[in-house]
């Protein structure tokens, strides 16, 4: 299994980033796939998830309204849409899979992983 993220990178706080996740070795319809991001010093924490089909959506407190989770399970990629940028938003993110039918917020709940994109927002 092997999830990779592009699309990171420095933008000017009010920009936008889309980041990818491209899934490889796993049914990816089968999975529901989540995005964290971790801040140095700080613990991972979740951002967004979305469920097999892409039928509902789940996003933390603090991106709710800024960013936008999507995936075509055709091309076995899931998006984050990121809008708004804060320089509060710099982080590594992460993509990840768990074999399902629910929506999952918890790290613990997933078991697959993507190595990272960092994300730099300077203000």
């Known amino acids: 299994v092997q999830l990779v993220e592009s699309g990171g990178g420095l933008v000017q706080a009010g920009n936008s980033l889309r980041l990818s996740c491209a899934a490889s070795?796993?049914?990816?319809?089968?999975?529901?796939m989540g995005w964290f991001r971790q801040a140095p010093g700080k613990e991972r924490e979740f951002v967004a998830a979305?469920?097999?089909?892409?039928?509902?959506?789940y996003y933390a407190v603090s991106v709710k309204g800024r960013f936008t989770i999507s995936r075509d399970n055709a091309k076995n990629t899931v998006y984050v849409q990121m809008n708004s940028l804060k320089p509060e938003d710099t982080a590594a993110y992460y993509c990840?899979?768990?074999?399902?039918?629910?929506?999952?917020?918890?790290?613990?709940?997933?078991?697959?992983w993507g190595q990272g994109t960092q994300v730099t927002v300077s203000s």
């Open positions: 990840a899979a768990q074999y399902g039918s629910g929506i999952y917020s918890r790290s613990d709940e997933y078991n697959y």
């Open positions: 070795g796993i049914i990816f319809s089968a999975y529901a």
């Open positions: 979305i469920t097999r089909y892409g039928g509902s959506t």
